[in-house]
Nanobody
Framework: EVQLVESGGGLVQAGGSLRLSCIASRFTFSNVRMYWVRHFPEKEREGVACIGTDGSTNYADSVKGRFTISRDNTKNILYLEMNNLLPEDTAMYYC???????????????????WGQGTQVTVSS
């Protein structure tokens, strides 16, 4: 069974930074594309960023230039570096995968098949 465990969330002031991590296990991490997805209260999930097995990345327009997704295939860890955080970034953040390889599309993020338990990010104004 796929296991994804996120960490790194917390409370930060606007303009601050956080780095989220997602430890992956029980599947071949280097062979699959990975996503970060966020869920706002009473709204649909929104794909934030994704990274393919070829290292290519895609981002939601709302986070371009502020967030950076990366992966360490030697440690099976997915990262999301978040800078210049805004109050509207407040959400539960999840890492996810569909276990497919190749390049990724941010439009597929919210439909991924496997999810972690999430980590809360709260940005105060």
């Amino acid at each position: 069974e796929v296991q994804l465990v996120e960490s790194g969330g917390g409370l930060v002031q606007a303009g601050g930074s956080l780095r989220l991590s997602c430890i992956a296990s029980r599947f071949t991490f280097s062979n699959v594309r990975m996503y970060w997805v966020r869920h706002f209260p009473e709204k649909e999930r929104e794909g934030v960023a994704c990274i393919g097995t070829d290292g290519s990345t895609n981002y939601a327009d709302s986070v371009k230039g502020r967030f950076t997704i990366s992966r360490d295939n030697t440690k099976n860890i997915l990262y999301l570096e978040m800078n210049n955080l805004l109050p509207e970034d407040t959400a539960m953040y999840y890492c996810a995968t569909d276990l497919w390889g190749g390049a990724c599309s941010i439009n597929r993020a919210a439909r991924a098949d496997y999810w972690g338990q999430g980590t809360q990010v709260t940005v105060s104004s």
